[in-house]
């Protein structure tokens, strides 16, 4: 799976494309951990190429929230889709990360 | 109740197949004209349950996965079905947060979100012989 990774302001903007499950979820984690290796203040995951995940991207974010929580970095979602949002809501992901515009 | 139509679908576990399975079972299911969440929620529920079997029955390792889907008027009974290492506990494996590979990154959530996107779920297994899991969702058409 590709992932973008852009500077945007002070934050890191992580871009998935396409769907997020066991075949591509080691793509996410990898993309996810390089922009926490350069220790911004803010990662934003932007979803809006994404069409579909499943519990394997929650246990992916779950494990780099924590990463980024002992760095003092905010993780951020926005351009949430319909399915994801459910899975967030279910999952009660909300709880610890912040959906922003 | 009648049923109206139904598709047996055997794949080889692998990561791979996940999208195919999910895919194909969405699409078979839209024949009940289901809502776009509806579809969404057969999606995850199949996603969950084919990614235990690769994951957890089978280990990495091949094996064969058994889907089958049964539609009926306005709902849908799909059964998911592996011959891996299976396991004891159902209770416990149902539980939330709980997973057999605590060591890497998993959210345990994976029979919480079938009983969350579907109506009902059953899941009976065997230590040694494997596990099958049975849903049914009824659709609002």
Redesign the interface.
């Given at each position: 799976m590709e992932v973008q990774i852009t500077a945007e302001r002070d934050s890191l903007v992580v871009r998935p494309n396409g769907?997020i499950?066991?075949?591509t979820a080691h793509d996410f984690?990898r993309a996810l951990e390089r922009a926490a290796d350069q220790y911004p203040p803010t990662i934003i995951i932007d979803f809006e190429d994404v069409d579909?995940m499943?519990?394997?991207g929650?246990?992916?974010m779950?494990?780099r929230y924590k990463v980024m929580r002992d760095r003092n970095i905010e993780l951020c979602v926005r351009n949430v889709g319909?399915?994801v949002d459910?899975?967030f809501r279910?999952?009660g992901i909300y709880s610890i990360l912040n959906l922003v515009r | 109740m009648k049923m109206d139509n139904y598709c047996k679908l055997t794949v080889n576990s692998a990561?791979?197949i996940?999208?195919f399975a999910?895919s194909t079972v969405a699409a078979f299911c839209s024949m009940l004209n289901p809502t776009?969440?509806e579809v969404?929620?057969i999606?995850?529920a199949v996603?969950?349950a084919v990614?235990n079997c690769?994951?957890h029955a089978y280990g990495g390792e091949d094996g064969a996965i058994d889907i089958e889907v049964e539609l009926f008027e306005n709902c849908v009974q799909i059964c998911v079905r592996d011959y891996g290492c299976g396991f004891d506990n159902v209770n416990e494996a149902m539980q939330p947060f709980y997973t057999s590979k605590p060591h890497?990154?998993?959210?345990?959530?994976?029979f919480?979100?079938m009983q969350?996107?579907m109506n009902e779920v059953e899941v009976v297994s065997r230590k040694g012989e494997g596990t099958t899991v049975v849903m049914r969702k009824t659709f609002a058409c």
């Open positions: 769907y499950d066991e075949y984690r579909f499943d519990s394997t929650i246990g992916t779950l494990a319909k399915q459910k899975l279910l999952t | 990561t791979k996940e999208s999910r776009l969440e969404n929620d999606k995850t996603s969950e990614n690769v994951v890497e990154e998993r959210s345990g959530m994976g919480t979100l969350a996107f």
